[in-house]
């Protein structure tokens, strides 16, 4: 069924709630586990125009991944992990279709009014343009 998955990571309480399903899913399948995060602070955005040196932020993303990856890896998954920079959008497209990935995986957070015009924008511009099926997990973010 599922031969990767690319399960796009943002580093908050909101993974709990997807890595739980997508384990399942993995089982289910035997599918690879790709892990995604996109760092997007200002220093990730102009890292390669500007010729700078990895941010704090990007360090503790890095570690983040490794910590996930390792976890996932001492269940017996199989498990890539990825770090992008810049817009998460176009990180989770590209790597999707660069990695030949066949399901993509996100949480939505469940915000509303103007909250869903500046954090839903991710979720909504991957649902739109993806040419792979999504699998989304809302997170019960209080």
């Known amino acids: 069924m599922f031969k990767k998955i690319l399960v796009a990571l943002d580093h908050s309480k909101a993974d709990g709630y997807l890595l739980p399903q997508v384990k399942e899913l993995a ?3 035997g599918a690879e586990i790709l892990l995604l995060h996109v ?3 200002w220093a990730a955005q102009w890292q390669e125009n500007l010729n700078l040196s990895d941010s704090r932020e990007m360090e503790e993303d890095r570690a983040y991944l490794e910590k996930v990856s390792a976890e ?3 269940e017996k998954l199989k498990v890539t992990t990825r770090h992008e920079s810049g817009e998460p959008a176009r ?3 590209k790597t999707a279709k660069g990695e030949h990935c066949d399901l993509i995986a996100m949480t939505t957070h469940g915000h509303r009014l103007i909250a869903d015009l500046i954090h839903g924008a991710t979720i909504t511009k991957v649902r739109h343009e993806s040419n792979v099926p999504l699998f989304i997990v809302r ?3 209080e």
């Open 139 to 141: 997170a019960q973010m």
């Open 27 to 29: 089982r289910l399948t």
């Open 72 to 74: 996932l890896m001492a």
């Open 91 to 93: 990180a989770i497209l």
């Open 39 to 41: 760092s997007t602070g």
